[in-house]
Structures are given as C-alpha cells and as structure tokens.
C-alpha cells in the first residue's frame, strides 16, 4: 500500500461494522501473508495516524511537512499490524498508538529537515552570537545579533527556533565501557526523596492493579484518557462508541476505581490490627 494519502478522504472510507472488522482481522491473522486483508485493516486504522500527527506535528519545526510525518505514521501503523497478537489482552487501538508515534519520533530524530540553506543562515547567526559573547562577556541579545548580521529581530528569532534537534533522551553518550544515557543526565529538581519514592511506587503499583480488575473497556478508556491524553470525543471515534457513552463509562471506571482502593486501604487496616 502506498504511504501517500490525504487525510481528507478519511471521511469517504467505508467503515466495517464491529462484526465485519472482527473477521476481517481473523482472515488476517490466519494468512500474515494476505496483503489484501492487511491493507484493507490499514485503511480502517488510518485515523489513529491523524489523531497522532495532530498531536505531535505542534511540537516540531514548520519545515517538517504534514506529509512527512503522516508517512512515518503509516509505517507505524502497519508495523502495528503485522506485529499485533490478540493473545496479549491488549486493545489494538492502544497498541497502534504507541507503534504510530513511536515510528514518528524514531525517523525524526534520524533525519535534518533542515534545507541547506536555512541550516548555513542557522550557523551565521550561531557565528554571531558566539563572537558577541565573547565581546561582550555576556549572552548577546536578539537585537544585538540581529544588528550584527543586520537581519530584523524576527528572522532571527524564527531562525533559531528552527535550530530543533530532537535527540532521543535514551542515546547513548561516551565510550562502550563508560556510555550513559542523556536521560540519566538531566538532573531531576522534582525528585522525590528515597521514603517518598517508595509510597509513590506503591500508589502506582496499587492503582495498576486496581485498573486490571476493571472492565476491557472501562480500563482502556482510562489508559486512553489519563496516559495518552485523549479527549473523550477523540476516544469515542477511536473505539466506535459516542461521546455521551464514553463519558457514562469514565464515570462508572472512577467509581469502580474508587471502590476497589477504598476496599484494598479497608483490607490493609484490617490486616495491620489484626497483626
């Protein structure tokens, strides 16, 4: 299947039925080899790319075209396919999600969409603002860089801000014996302290196991909801279902969850008299 497509045709796909989509993806799974099922699950799944591209496509430089990352999006997706087992009780949509920005993220951090052009006016202006650091003993400021190479303020703001290098937090840094991940080196001023991180630990771990004894649906709308950042809107188009009902089963997830810690805080205090 070609990687080019727009996503104003989404509207026109015909959507499968519930029913026909489950066997759609039976067909798949019994031939891995059947393009034609696989394709057909692709261009169903096409909106989980949308949704990606319209969350992560604010955060990146103006040269990186739409087009650019939605092909990036369909290689994620159908990695998500080929790879997707239903035996590890884990909804597709939040599978393909986690493929989709994943390949995104992965093919920017390997490539300069930068234009020669704008990367050699970027090294001028980094040029400039070296040497006025050096005259001045301080940081220059945008005006005085601007004066400097005489360009207006704006251009050399906007240039600048072009200079985005995503770097992935887990690369690795230094020799093979000594390498460390950037992520280790970024000091954490929120950092909790040792008898604080083990409470944290313990609410999370308490928490995830509250979530597994909810409904399939209920648990996915709050992993969609709370993880992902998902609008109930945006979770009713992504599971079939309207937005009102969505929004009946967050509640009644709330309420469960609520129940279940609540009797789990009972338990323990029971426990703690007892011994």
């Given at each position: 299947m070609s990687q080019d497509f727009d996503f104003t045709s989404y509207n026109n796909i015909k959507r499968l039925s519930e029913e026909e989509l489950v066997a759609l993806w039976e067909k798949y799974l019994n031939d891995r080899t059947d393009k034609a099922s696989?394709?057909?699950?692709?261009?169903?799944?096409?909106?989980?790319?949308?949704?990606?591209?319209?969350?992560?496509?604010?955060t990146l430089p103006t040269t990186i075209s739409v087009e650019d990352i939605a092909g990036y999006g369909v290689e994620g997706l159908i990695n998500a396919i080929e790879r997707y087992s239903p035996q590890k009780n884990t909804r597709f949509e939040t599978y393909a999600l986690i493929r989709i920005r994943g390949a995104i993220l992965d093919r920017i951090r390997a490539q300069d969409f930068l234009p020669r052009s704008v990367r050699q006016k970027i090294k001028v202006l980094k040029e400039a603002q070296e040497y006025l650091k050096q005259q001045l003993g301080r940081m220059p400021t945008t005006q005085e860089i601007a004066n400097h190479v005489d360009m207006d303020p704006e251009k050399v703001n906007?240039?600048?801000s072009e200079d985005v290098i995503i770097t992935s937090l887990y690369e690795k840094k230094g020799s093979a014996e000594d390498s460390v991940e950037i992520i280790d080196t970024i000091q954490d001023t929120n950092?909790?302290?040792?008898?604080?991180?083990a409470e944290e630990k313990n609410v999370k771990q308490e928490l995830e196991r509250?979530?597994?004894?909810?409904?399939?649906?209920?648990?996915?709308?709050m992993v969609l909801y709370y993880q992902e950042n998902m609008t109930l809107k945006e979770i009713g188009e992504t599971i079939s279902m309207s937005e009102s009902r969505v929004c009946q089963l967050h509640a009644q997830g709330i309420m469960k969850l609520k129940n279940i810690l609540s009797e789990n805080r009972s338990t323990r205090m029971r426990q703690s008299i007892v011994a």
């Open positions: 696989r394709d057909a699950l692709i261009v169903q799944y096409i909106y989980l790319i949308r949704y990606v591209v319209g969350r992560v496509k604010v906007q240039l600048l950092k909790l302290n040792p008898q604080e991180e509250a979530l597994q004894r909810l409904p399939e649906r209920e648990r996915m709308i």
